[in-house]
T-cell receptor, first 112, second 118 residues
């Protein structure tokens, strides 16, 4: 059974810092990995999707990497801003778009 | 971009009553919708996969008679929590897959429904 873990569970940084969020999964036979953002009491916003054959994806200040063989992914946020404050979730899929298994999340607080 | 709505956004009900939550794809047809549950400070757990015109597929441990799912059209799936109890209080989120999406891997998530059972 696939299990996804995220470290740290919570992170507080001052504005402007670069930061890294970590995601690990137990079964390396994944189809893809996605990073989502969730604001309090809200749904999910997809940030980046990495196919199993890819090593990384970039969108603006965000860069996600994937090391499938070691079961790890990182989300790098450059020059953090208070608006980045949210919970970040990673999720893996082993069969295309179906059955996303979500991680435990990292609650990020960026202080002005 | 594709938009998924949920109604209601919040609901409070008495123990023993049934509650229906709607999930709609507003500008695309969704052949498959997914229902997730999220307890406070925990991650999302997939409850069931809903396919238009057929019975939903439930994940292990999810009671199909308690969580009734209907996907009667390509734009609407409903989740009914029957005989709700306080332990059913949670945040319920749906997502939808569009066959027309640029990526076959894309799920579009609704804003969620906060259910509180007194």
């Amino acid at each position: 059974k696939q299990e996804v873990t995220q470290i740290p569970a919570a992170l507080s940084v001052p504005e402007g810092e670069n930061l890294v969020l970590n995601c690990s999964f137990t079964d390396s036979a994944i189809y893809n990995l996605q990073w989502f953002r969730q604001d309090p009491g809200k749904g999910l916003t997809s940030l980046l999707l990495i196919q199993s054959s890819q090593r990384e994806q970039t969108s603006g200040r965000l860069n996600a990497s994937l090391d499938k063989s070691s079961g790890r992914s990182t989300l790098y946020i450059a020059a953090s801003q208070p608006g980045d404050s949210a919970t970040y979730l990673c999720a893996v899929s082993d069969t295309g778009f179906q059955k996303l298994v979500f991680g435990t999340g990292t609650r990020l607080l960026v202080s002005p | 971009g594709a938009v998924v709505s949920q109604h209601p956004s919040r609901v409070i009900c008495k123990s023993g009553t049934s509650v229906k939550i709607e999930c709609r794809s507003l500008d695309f047809q969704a052949t498959t919708m997914f229902w997730y549950r999220q307890f406070p400070k925990q991650s999302l757990m997939l409850m069931a996969t809903s396919n238009e015109g057929s019975k939903a597929t439930y994940e292990q441990g999810v009671e199909k008679d308690k969580f009734l799912i209907n996907h009667a059209s390509l734009t609407l799936s409903t989740l009914t929590v029957t005989s709700a109890h306080p332990e059913d209080s949670s945040f319920y989120i749906c997502s939808a897959h569009s066959p027309q999406a640029a990526s076959t891997d894309t799920q579009y998530f609704g804003p969620g429904t906060r259910l509180t059972v007194l």
